[in-house]
């Protein structure tokens, strides 16, 4: 049987939270996030001066009674955001560890939940191979994102993903118009800084969520083991080998992931690309409430 944690209680501890765009949008008319250009909402901004061809309807008459010049009533604009999540499903994210496959997709679908409460587009893309599928299509309301989480279960996690392959070959990407979120442990060969790149030249908010279990942040193997690559495709690949496990080759290990996350750190700082490590014996509600709200990634 699969690990889940898609439930009611699950969904319920996140009615009171929002993702937070943190640069201006140029998305779609219809949501609820403000933004720096005057619309049509109710939500009072500012005045300005008339000027030949505004909508009379508009003037604010107490003012020009008290001044004798025209002014119109400016109001704030909301704009719906697109969302986009891309889950790698590679073999090392879930195939021989149902935890961090269902951690993984209960991420993504926390995150989602959070895009259609706000009414925002949602989009979740499965990457596997050098393509991106999107089976569930746009995502707008409670009521079509729970349709879709009906069908997580079919997701698989197989073989490798190239990840800059998968979302840079993605149609209908979208300009500064919302938030791209990739989940992946990013132990990969594949380039997903270029696929990065790409997100950032499109001006679109850039989160990314390195999921890991808790044998690949602190090991504890001991002695000898035969370690498997979940991605190699033949037991006898050069990938796979027969080791003795000391003390001095794990420490090599965790200096070695170490600085393998301060790269990523390093590399998302750059771009100003939130990024975040979550390990799957902690309550993913924990992380989101944790990490996300302090960035302000959520709100």
Not at 159 to 172: Q, V
Not at 207 to 223: A, C, K, M, R, Y
Request: aromatic share 12%; net charge negative.
């Amino acid at each position: 049987m699969k690990s889940t944690y898609l439930n009611d209680r699950f969904f319920s501890r996140l009615e009171t939270l929002s993702l937070n765009l943190k640069s201006n949008l140029t998305g779609y008319f219809g949501g609820k996030h403000l933004v720096n250009t005057y619309g049509q909402t109710v939500e009072f901004a500012d005045f300005r001066e008339y000027q030949l061809g505004d909508d009379i309807r508009r003037i604010d008459w107490n003012l020009y009674s008290r001044f004798e010049k025209y002014f119109l009533k400016l109001f704030t604009d909301e704009r719906q955001m697109q969302v986009q999540i891309f889950i790698d499903v590679s073999a090392s994210m879930g195939k021989d560890n149902p935890e961090k496959a269902a951690y993984t997709i209960g991420t993504a679908a926390a995150l989602g939940f959070l895009a259609v409460q706000n009414m925002d587009r949602l989009s979740i893309h499965i990457c596997g191979g050098n393509k991106a599928e999107n089976p569930f299509g746009v995502i707008v309301g409670k009521n079509a994102f729970f349709r879709a989480m009906g069908q997580f279960d079919n997701i698989e996690f197989t073989e490798e993903t190239d990840l800059e392959a998968c979302i840079t070959t993605c149609p209908n990407t979208g300009t500064k118009n919302g938030i791209t979120i990739i989940i992946s442990d990013f132990l990969t060969d594949s380039n997903w800084k270029k696929a990065v790149d790409y997100l950032c030249y499109k001006k679109r908010q850039v989160l990314l969520i390195q999921v890991l279990s808790p044998d690949e942040v602190d090991p504890s193997f001991e002695g000898r083991i035969h370690l498997i690559d979940s991605e190699a495709g033949d037991l006898e690949d050069s990938k796979n080998m027969k080791l003795k496990v000391t003390r001095g080759m794990i420490k090599a290990y965790l200096d070695a992931l170490a600085d393998f996350q301060n790269d990523i750190k390093t590399f998302c700082r750059k771009r100003d690309v939130g990024f975040f490590t979550v390990r799957t014996d902690i309550p993913i509600e924990k992380e989101l409430f944790g990490d996300l709200l302090k960035e302000g990634i959520m709100v």
